[in-house]
């Protein structure tokens, strides 16, 4: 059974940059896992932000990106603002089924 | 627009099955998979298993394997998830969320709560 891995909590000013990780216990996280990065806040319904690896849907701000490095997935939040305190979950499709990280607690104070 | 529109909330009581829907449209129905997610109150997200709209097939997470039967009907751009075999550790929101093949995910449902208690 696959188990992804994040940061369960971050703190980062605003403006501030601030990376996410998202590693698998099956080994490198690469292209073929198909990361996907999804944001929900309190009370509400998860959002997807990147797919894919790096890819960007319309709703997503500018300000985040998706990337590989090493052997984990990562989000990156540029100029961070204060509506971006949220909840942050990576999905990954390591070892031929897809499963979701604990989730990493973002706090923008 | 795109709209995956989940049924009401469900109380049941352990041992039961519940059916939870989710109603596409905007979009050709088959061109996309959808996933079902749910998600324990103060919990993260749990991935449970994906159908194939296309061909019907499915795969489920290991969790699940024998407990959830996803289906859908072509004629009405609807997947359903049943699970059986209720306990009160299946009290969560449960989504359903689209993807087109090759990892990108969108959409969500708005999600529909199910309550299991005696």
């Known amino acids: 059974q696959t188990v992804v891995t994040q940061e369960p909590s971050l703190t980062v000013s605003p403006g501030g940059t601030v990376t996410l990780t998202c590693a698998s216990s099956t080994g490198a996280v690469t292209v073929g896992c198909l990361p996907n990065w999804f944001q929900q806040k309190p009370g509400q319904t998860p959002r997807t932000l990147i797919y894919s690896s790096y890819n960007k849907h319309s709703w997503t701000p500018a300000r985040f990106s998706g990337s590989l490095l090493g052997d984990k997935a990562m989000l990156t939040l540029s100029d961070v603002q204060p509506e971006d305190e949220a909840e942050y979950y990576c999905l990954l499709y390591c070892g031929r089924t897809w499963a979701f990280g604990g989730g990493t607690k973002l706090t923008v104070l | 627009q795109v709209q995956l529109v989940q049924s009401g909330a469900e109380v049941k009581k352990p041992g039961a099955s519940v059916q939870v829907s989710c109603k596409t449209s905007?979009?050709?129905?088959?061109?996309?998979?959808i996933h079902w997610v749910r998600q324990a109150p103060g919990h993260g997200l749990e991935w449970m298993g994906i159908?194939?709209?296309?061909?019907?097939?499915?795969d489920s997470a290991h969790n699940f394997k024998g407990r959830l039967t996803m289906t859908r009907d072509t004629s009405t751009s609807t997947v359903y998830m049943e699970l059986n075999g209720l306990t009160s550790g299946d009290t969560a929101l449960y989504y359903c969320v689209r993807e087109k093949p090759g990892g990108g995910f969108d959409i969500w449902g708005h999600g529909t709560m199910v309550s299991v208690s005696s």
């Open positions: 905007g979009y050709t129905f088959t061109t996309y998979f």
């Open positions: 159908i194939n709209t296309d061909d019907g097939v499915t």
